[in-house]
Structure formats: C-alpha cells, structure tokens
C-alpha cells in the first residue's frame, strides 16, 4: 500500500500532462509530455546510444568510486587509529573539504587533460571526503571497551583495525560509503559538462544544444534509475555483514 | 605465582588510587577483593590485567614483569563486553585467532559445552539474556586456558538468582584448569562463597585494611553459621576500613548496624 500511496503523485502528474499535451492545451515542446519521453528513450536503447553513454558514465562513476573509497578508508582508519596521524594530516583534509569539489575542476585539467583521467580524479575527490571523514569520525567514537577487549587480547596496530575498530564502524561505514556514492553521481555531471563526447551528461548539453527537451529528460531520467540502483547495491552488499545490528530500523527478532 | 610488589597508582587527574599494595597469590588460589568505593580494587585488576602501568611497582607473574595484557592473563568485566557483530561462537574464539581452525572450533564447542550454551553457538549477542551473555564472557576468557583469570565485579549486574547461579557455575568452571582467580567485588555474600582469601581493602589511598582466610569446605552452604561467621568477620574489617565506630557490648562485636550501611 505504501509504495503505491508514494507513486500517485508523480504517476498522476504525469498523466495530467499527457492528457494536457494530446488535448493541445499545450504543444508540448519545451515539457515533453511522458510519451515522447518514452519514445526518445526508445530510440535510443534501440540505436545503442543509451547503452553507450550509460556504460561510459558508469565506468567513471565505478572508477572514481573505487579509488575515493579505497583512499577515504585508508586514511580514515589511520588517522582516526593514531592521533599522531591525526593531528597531522586531519587539519589539511579538512581545510581542503571545503573546497568546493568543482573548484577543482580547472586544475585538474591542467594537470590530468581534458579526458578521462581527470574527471575520474574529480569524482574519487568527490568520495574521499564522506567516506574518510565517516571512517575516521566513527573510529574515533568507538566505545573504548570494546577496544579494551581488543587489547585483552592482545591487538594492536592493524589487528586491532581489522578485528575491533573496522566491524565496529561498519554501520557508519555503509552511510558514508552512500553518501560519497551520491557526491559521485553528482560530479560525473560536473565532469561531463566540462568537456565530454560520451556519457549521461553529454547527453544533457546534447540536448540543450540541439534543443531536444525529451532527450534531457530521458538522461535525467537514466540517472535517477542508475543512482538508485547503485546506492541499493551497496545496501545489499552490505546488509549480509550489518544483521548483528539491534536498532530501531530492525524488526524485532528476539524469541 | 602472581606477584603484586608496592604497587601505587596515581592517576594523571591526581587520584591517588592505590598506595604501595603487596599481594602475592598462589596458583590456582581464589582471592577476594571487596571494599568500599574508592579503593582502588577496580584499579589493581587494570594493573594486573596490564591494560593500565602502575605508577610504582610491578605485577610480576611467574618471574616476568607484566608490562601490558599478556596472554597467560584473562579478564572478565562488569559488562560481558562482547562484540556485538560475532556469533557467541566467535565471540569465544576470539582469542584462538591464528590457530587452525578445527583445533579453534573444537575448543569453541567444548568450551560453550561447558558453560551449557551449546545451543546458541550461532546467535547474536543481542539475542543473549545477561546470565547467558555473561557466561559467554566467561567462557571467552577461558578458552585461552589463562593461568590468572581476573573478574571486575562479573555478576553485579545481574539479578540476585542468575547471580549466585553464575558462581557456582563459576567455581565449577574454576575446577576445570584450576587458574589462579582475583576477584573484586561487593557482595560480601559472592566473596564468602568463592574465596580461599578474602582481602579487605582500604580506600583514599587503596590498600590493604585486612586479610582473611575462609578455608570452609566447597561447597559452601550460604545458609551455614560458619558461612555466616566468616560473612562477619568480612563485614567488621569492612566496617573498620570505613573507620566507622563498632560498639561493643559484652564483649561482643556488634558489626551489623555498620555493616548494613557500609557501601
């Protein structure tokens, strides 16, 4: 039932317009009523087009989501591991957080080129800030007697990353992972407008360019079923190693 | 042996915790600690644990100074401390990591045999009552085979009945390796039941006020005059290392109205 409350509104909007469109209470140019949507995406799934620029932009997001992550958790852990590490690199990383990521973007040209090396550098920026600020910010606040149980027992150093702080952080460890997951779908755009002859976002300015709303529309489209899809791949992915978890959020399981 | 040697703690904030405390304790004896708050008797577990460093002295076990959690030492805390994203199974094989694995999942199973919590090797922790989460602790520490176990206050959280279940099952645990036990607590009751020594400790600083020996046969009968006898003893020494006056009546010491009121 909930699902189906939360579809009448965008589903009833847009058979409004239709109606609209097929009445000529409006010609529909520049707000493609839903079927010419459809039919643009259609053309292009059947001439390959969608399927390119989706697999280019997907590559990016994919690469610079790697790396950002890879990275974030990397310094994540040691700096929120030794306060020594901490004191020295965490004052920069966060100086340069607030940076606007996109301001990035004419530097990294002058230094990556204008293809694909620089706008995956931009998306990995993009997803290193959440990912280490949620690692390092959950590791810090890890109940020390936990950590004390890791010490009992003689850990130290990695060990003790690897068997205590990681697992106990993983819960805040998903979010950040889905919050930089986000930030990425958000800069392969930025990266795409500056300058690109594939992918979702060239489609975009494609269709500004040519004048072709349903095409923009049919990409903006793309990206909230590819978002969507992706950020739910990292739930499930996750959700396996999170059922320990007794929250709110979890239904009640005990006997 | 463990050896205690004039150890003193003073803690950065100025906390003058434990001043000079010598105890030496034999393998497999059963020691007690009980005193009142701010003796430092939770502080001399994280000393012997090696989790803290004396600021003086040194926690010696058979001839090596313990300098940081050594693995011939296990402890148990208030709170059975478990990680909440294992198994209870894995939970008690923490300690095993880097032993093959059959030998790890055999002394696993055996020892939650043993604690009776065969039947929830695969649950979470949370699904755990307290009594069962607190033997699963126990049973983490014991799986190691430590030749020290130190409990800081292990039952105290739990309700009168699971509470004096659990000693038992504890000394009956005990009689297994026969490990060397130091226990603190303040239930004068759990100290009786499970103590071949009972040390009475001092507060600001801690030391020590007084010792007895409780040499009853096990198992002790709560209920006995002679449990009841060794009970007051206890209760009077506490009473004294809280300087609270004890009147005597007849030549009798009259320990009981202090005795209610000594936490």
Partial sequence: MRPALGLLVPVGLAVLWEIAVRLGLSDGRLVPPPSTVYETLADLARTGELQHHVAATLLRVAAGFALGTVAGTVLGAVAGYSGIVRGLIDPSLQGLRAVPSIAWIPLFILWLGIFETSKIALIAVGVFFPVYLGVMGAIVTVDRKIVEVGRVFRLSGAALVRRILLPAVLPSYVVSLRAGLGLGWMFVIAAEFMGASEGLGYLLIDGQQLGKPAEIVAAILAFAVLGKLTDWLVVAASAPMLRWQDVYGTSPQKS | ?263
Wanted: net charge negative.
């Fill in chain 2, 1 to 263: 042996m463990l050896e205690i040697n004039r150890v003193s703690k003073t803690y950065p904030n100025g906390a003058h915790a434990l001043e000079a405390l010598t105890l030496a304790v034999a393998l497999g004896e059963i020691v007690v600690v009980v005193g009142g708050s701010g003796c430092g008797k939770s502080t001399l577990l994280r000393l012997v644990s090696g989790l803290d460093a004396p600021s003086e002295g040194a926690v010696v076990l058979d001839g090596n100074t313990v300098t940081a959690p050594h693995e011939k030492i296990g402890i148990v805390f208030q709170e059975p401390r478990l990680l909440p994203w294992l198994s209870v199974a894995n939970n008690v094989g923490f300690g095993l990591e880097g032993r093959p694995r059959s030998e790890r999942n055999r002394r696993v199973a055996a020892q939650l045999d043993r604690v009776g919590l065969t039947d929830k090797a695969t649950v979470w922790p949370r699904e755990l009552s307290g009594g069962q989460a607190q033997r699963v602790a126990l049973a983490r520490a014991l799986v190691t085979r430590p030749e020290v176990l130190l409990l800081d206050e292990p039952f105290s959280a739990l309700d009168a009945f699971t509470r004096t279940d659990l000693q038992d099952h504890l000394l009956d645990l005990w009689a297994d390796q026969k490990p060397t036990l130091l226990v603190v607590t303040h239930d004068v009751d759990e100290a009786i039941v499970l103590a071949d020594r009972v040390i009475v400790m001092r507060p600001r600083p801690g030391r020590v006020q007084q010792e007895i020996v409780t040499d009853l046969p096990r198992p002790r009968d709560r209920q006995s005059a002679a449990f009841d006898f060794a009970k007051r003893r206890v209760l009077s020494a506490l009473d004294l290392s809280l300087d609270r006056r004890i009147s005597v009546d007849d030549g009798q010491t009259l320990a009981d109205e202090g005795a209610a009121r000594w936490w």
